[in-house]
């Protein structure tokens, strides 16, 4: 078989084996898990303070398990993500959340601040995967003309921790004490792992294709799975003749667990570059969120939960934002495919035809994403530089609100959309380059938020936020550079990675000649 007829083969193949509605449930399952770390962190923040009177520390230290806490959460994913690529999403799943669980039963029952600072790494060493996992889902079930919209409901999930984080944070702290956060975390993680062990599939494009719908291994299998196995065996379970086996593992090298596998992300130039714009876009976000927790309550004498209906503004824009400029993204990714004459198919059936990687390799994806990043990014920069300003001039309090909105939409949907491409780079390892990304954003807002009020006072607020803004200018055309030269970076790389056709072709053959001798002895 030539490569035409192969692949003229595997373009009549769905993309995915699941249903329209069971992608939704899985989307929806995998955005859930991403609350998590992030409403970890907001969550957490109105206890501050009395949490240092609880431990009778000062507001730097109960500071530092903020701080601990990011720095664990930009470094677990490297570790769990590299294994989820390997040996499927459900085991690496289970095990953060069951991480995640036992740490808020001990953040509950603890009463020391040592135990306090230990036990907030191991809950972020458990819950920090889950958004790079989620961005694997996406990629597991979700074509690259679909990616977009499945990729921008995780989005959603994360910006609606960020908004409801502090609020139910204070009403917990308020009228239940700070213990309740925990014990609130630990029913919401149990119950989440109780209906993901029983329902969710495994995912993994490395562990079930479309010819192998159903794991083999009983504990990659759900609980859901495991009963309907024992009674029929479906079509798309059907064994592979051991021969074949045999003669494919011995042409396929199995990739080894690398726990430093994301650092090397960072070697492609063109992810680099989207990487840098990711950790600026959310680090914007972080400043601003946490400016306004530091600031608005004196500006504009809010109590805490005013304070904390604050946040809903840039939260609810993030939300709208993840789901439109997804949408948006997968609209333009077809407009563009059309145009290229039937280099890549698509349909918006269940049964979507997917490109092949090979395919995608010839197709403009930098362009298809940054021509509604970029726009974007222009906005959030205008929007930014200004916002200090208003501060600066005690402005009503909607003025900084609505200029909120604006950023935070249009930042979470530069997020969005460069995540995306971020996995078109490296299709194979979505979970790993979104942990790499991960790692950039979360240590950039640690750092920004801890460097933030020495900022401000030494420059002030206008010229604290429009340091930030021309930051972000002065980056930009590297992003610009990526929409002209990404795809040949991107064609450039890939040709090297490839293995010699000679030496693939030998392998072939002295596989083929040692199961015919097999064969010939057996009989």
């Known amino acids: 078989m030539n ?26 399952m995998a955005a859930l898990a991403s609350l998590m770390s992030p409403i970890s962190s ?61 740490a808020n039963v001990g953040l509950a029952l603890q009463d020391t601040y040592p135990a306090l600072m230990v036990l907030r790494c191991i809950q972020s060493a458990g819950s920090s995967a889950t958004t790079s996992l989620g961005y694997g889902v996406a990629a597991d079930i979700a074509s690259p003309s679909q990616r977009g919209k499945y990729m921008g409901l995780i989005t959603t999930g994360l910006m609606t921790a960020l908004s409801l984080g502090p609020i139910l944070g204070g009403i917990l702290v308020q009228w239940l004490g700070w213990r309740s956060i925990f014990w609130f975390l630990l029913i919401l993680s149990g119950s989440y792992l109780l209906i993901y062990t029983t329902t969710m599939p495994e995912t993994s494009r490395k562990v079930v294709t479309d010819r192998h719908r159903v794991p083999r291994s ?75 927790a530091n600031t608005f309550g004196q500006l504009y004498h809010l109590n805490t939960f005013k304070l904390g209906l604050c946040f809903l503004p840039i939260g609810i824009a993030g939300c709208t934002s993840s789901m439109l ?16 004459e039937g280099t890549i198919a698509t349909t918006t059936t269940t049964t979507t035809t997917a490109p092949l990687f090979s ?56 997020v969005n959309i460069l995540s995306a491409l971020l996995v078109d780079f490296f299709p194979e390892q979505p979970s790993t380059a979104s942990a790499a990304a991960n790692l950039v954003r979360c240590w950039l807002g640690a750092v920004l938020a801890a460097v933030l009020q020495f900022l401000i ?28 030269r990404g795809m040949k970076w991107r064609t450039k790389r890939m040709n090297q990675a490839k293995p010699d056709e000679g030496t693939r072709l030998a392998e072939r053959e002295h596989c083929a000649t040692a199961t015919g001798s097999k064969n010939g002895s057996e009989s």
């Open 42 to 102: 907001q969550i957490y923040y109105p206890a501050l303070p009395v949490l240092a009177d609880h431990y009778q520390v000062s507001d730097t230290l109960i500071n530092l398990s903020v701080t601990v806490y990011m720095i664990i959460q930009g470094l677990a994913p490297s570790f769990m993500s590299s294994f989820a690529d390997i040996s499927g999403r459900r085991p690496v799943y289970i095990t953060c959340f069951l991480i995640y669980a036992a």
């Open 457 to 484: 006072s030494g420059m002030g607020r206008g010229w604290c936020f429009t340091f930030f803004g021309l930051v972000v200018l002065v980056a930009s055309p590297l992003l610009c550079a990526t929409y002209w």
């Open 218 to 292: 009983w504990w990659r299998k759900s609980l859901v799975q495991q009963f309907t196995s024992r009674h029929h065996d479906p079509p798309t379970s059907i064994d592979v003749p051991a021969h074949r086996v045999q003669a494919q593992s011995s042409t396929t090298k199995k990739p080894g667990f690398n726990p430093l596998q994301s650092l090397k992300i960072f070697r492609d130039k063109a992810a680099s570059i989207v990487i840098l714009h990711i950790g600026l876009a959310y680090a914007l976000q972080i400043a601003i969120m946490t400016n306004m």
């Open 359 to 414: 395919e995608i390799s010839d197709f403009p994806v930098e362009k298809v994403r940054l021509q509604v990043a970029l726009p974007l990014l222009g906005v959030v920069i205008l929007g930014v530089i200004p916002y200090g300003w208003v501060l600066s001039q005690n402005m009503p309090l909607y003025v900084p609100l609505i200029l909120q909105g604006v950023i935070g939409f249009c930042a979470t949907g530069c």
């Open 325 to 340: 400029t997804g949408i948006f993204t997968d609209l333009n990714y077809r407009r563009i495919a059309r145009r290229m």
């Open 3 to 28: 490569d035409s007829q192969r692949e003229d083969r595997h373009a009549d193949r769905p993309y995915s084996h699941f249903s329209k509605y069971e992608r939704v449930f899985i989307i929806a």
